[in-house]
């Protein structure tokens, strides 16, 4: 059974920065693409950003230059460094993987851009 736990959410003011974490309960090299989704109250789930096995990334318009997703291997853990954040980057933010055709999804942490 596959488990993402996502951590590191929270509350900050307009401009500062977060990083998000999610676990998995497996290797993820056994993933060929791991990405970080959110959903604000009212809107569709969007996609954020997404990163290869081999380390290539893409990054939704709206974060470009902003965020940065990275993985780290040995930890099981891919990363989702957030700066400069916005009001409108308020949302909960999803860990998302798949494996054999099955999507994972983890619990969900909140971040919540406010002053």
């Known amino acids: 059974q596959v488990q993402l736990v996502e951590s590191g959410g929270g509350l900050v003011q307009p401009g500062g920065s977060l990083r998000l974490s999610c676990v998995a309960s497996?290797?993820?090299?056994?993933?060929?693409?791991m990405r970080w989704y959110r959903q604000a109250p009212g809107k569709e789930r969007e996609l954020v950003a997404a990163?290869?096995?081999?380390?290539?990334?893409n990054y939704a318009d709206s974060v470009k230059g902003r965020f940065s997703i990275s993985r780290d291997n040995a930890k099981n853990t891919v990363y989702l460094q957030m700066n400069s954040l916005k009001p409108e980057d308020t949302a909960a933010y999803y860990c998302?993987?798949?494996?054999?055709?099955?999507?994972?999804w983890g619990q969900g942490t909140q971040v919540t851009v406010s002053s």
């Open positions: 998302n993987a798949k494996l054999q055709d099955i999507n994972y």
């Open positions: 990163i290869t096995s081999a380390g290539f990334t």
């Open positions: 497996v290797s993820i090299f056994s993933f060929n693409v």
